[in-house]
């Protein structure tokens, strides 16, 4: 089915080439028109070349255009795809991470939450508002899907400043469960379904149903699992912090020790420092490897000696951006287990104006959320103190507000005081005053 899917942030080497890979990978969308968008025209220009052979080995399944016009762009979209930086992601979020811990900070990682997750978003969002204010005006009914970080905070972004928009954030961090809880319970992932609810980077396993029965396996997984994931223990995934945190809670958090640690006060009691410094330093590696495979790809390209069987994986990403394309275009009704959206009444004791994680339906009527009630007394109060910091760091955005930026960092579970909250947000703010809103 022919339709216009625009890739914002095409140039990174990274975003463009997975998301085309899993397109060529798509039956469904063949004849569809892929509109690569970035403003830096060099990198754009590469990748769309790359994506040109890479089609015409594909015997040119797709009409591959590129502009760094965004009006151009969007002109008659359906679906746009957004993944945006702004500024060298790894040298500001160093300053992000190193700048808040050396001033007092308990911040463990300072990618989505504490002070360093504030300033990521501080400077992510003025950039997303601009283009979804105007996907609103020149593509109105497309549906809007960001992988920027952090996430729950540029949806929560977008929520605010546009007014019909339809939009989700999607985060590949449920892939975590998605591989290990099938093996736990000698079980196909397909014949699963799992409640996950919370927000993005910190939510909490609610129930397991076994599809064929729909019996609840809840009771299987907690007798296994503790022996299960610490013999599986993961600096990375699940370790010390989880396994606390599910002691005390009653229910085993999704996203890893590294993501969840950021919205805890006693995140750092329970994880390593040098552990989220070599997350830091992996997660750089892992983009380099990609860029590095990409650029020996593209001068191949320019000595007429491209692969024919391309540089693209041959299988899919685990991203589900596509699959959710799919879903839509050809009402194939199915189970999301992971999506950001807006709460309008899914969660009853969390609050209406967030974004929440969970679980959704799709088909040819788009992505709509299942209701949840109330979750747990103890699990709701633990998401509502994050929900409060997101709330300011996206009205402190909104509104230019220097008071409400330094109050957002001062009721920071990481930070907990104005003191420290000035001094972070003097330095971050000289070092980073480029890429921030005007604060007043």
């Not at 469960?177 to 196909?188: D, F, G, R, T």
């Not at 013999?231 to 005390?248: A, G, I, N, P, Q």
């Not at 949840?372 to 699990?379: F, M, R, T």
Request: contains cysteine; negative net charge.
């Amino acid at each position: 089915m022919e339709k216009k899917i625009v890739l914002v942030g095409a140039g990174s080497a990274s975003f463009g080439p997975s998301t085309i890979g899993d397109l060529f990978l798509s039956d469904a969308l063949d004849g569809s028109t892929i509109m690569l968008h970035d403003i830096n025209k060099e990198k754009l220009e590469m990748v769309h070349e790359v994506c040109l052979k890479e089609n015409e080995i594909r015997n040119n399944v797709f009409n591959i255009e590129r502009t760094d016009k965004r009006a151009k762009a969007f002109k008659d979209a359906d679906f746009i795809i957004s993944s945006i930086e702004v500024g060298d992601r790894f040298d500001l979020w160093r300053q992000d991470y190193e700048i808040p811990r050396k001033l007092g900070s308990s911040q463990i990682l300072g990618e989505c939450g504490g002070p360093g997750g504030t300033f990521h978003a501080f400077r992510i969002l003025p950039q997303v508002i601009d283009i979804v204010q105007d996907a609103e005006k020149i593509c109105p009914d497309a549906l809007f899907i960001n992988f920027s970080n952090p996430m729950a905070r540029v949806c929560l972004g977008i929520k605010r400043s546009t007014k019909n928009l339809k939009f989700i954030g999607l985060c590949h961090q449920i892939g975590f469960m998605n591989n290990h809880i099938p093996q736990m319970l000698n079980k196909k992932l397909e014949d699963l379904k799992i409640v996950i609810v919370g927000l993005n980077h910190f939510g909490f396993l609610l129930d397991i149903e076994n599809i064929p029965t729909t019996k609840s396996l809840m009771p299987e997984f907690h007798s296994k699992a503790l022996k299960y994931f610490k013999k599986h223990e993961d600096r990375w995934e699940f370790s010390t912090l989880t396994f606390e945190v599910y002691k005390r809670f009653g229910y085993f958090p999704h996203p890893g020790d590294n993501h969840l640690g950021e919205y805890l006060q006693f995140g750092e009691e329970f994880t390593e420092t040098q552990d989220m410094v070599d997350w830091i330093e992996r997660t750089e590696d892992f983009g380099e490897a990609i860029y590095s495979k990409f650029m020996r790809a593209y001068k191949r390209l320019k000595k007429n000696r491209y692969s024919d069987k391309g540089f693209l994986f041959k299988v899919p990403s685990g991203e589900r951006a596509i699959p959710i394309i799919e879903e839509i275009i050809t009402d194939n009704r199915t189970y999301e287990s992971s999506v950001n959206m807006p709460n309008n009444g899914l969660v009853d004791n969390l609050p209406e104006d967030l974004i929440i994680e969970g679980p959704v339906m799709v088909d040819k009527n788009g992505v709509q959320g299942i209701k949840i009630g109330s979750l747990p007394k103890n699990i709701a109060a633990l998401l509502r103190i994050e929900a409060t910091i997101q709330d300011l760091c996206v009205e402190a955005v909104l509104k230019k507000s220097k008071d409400l930026a330094i109050a957002c960092l001062a009721i920071d579970t990481n930070v907990g005081s104005f003191k420290k909250a000035e001094k972070i947000f003097d330095e971050l703010y000289s070092l980073q005053k480029e890429f921030l809103p005007k604060f007043k």
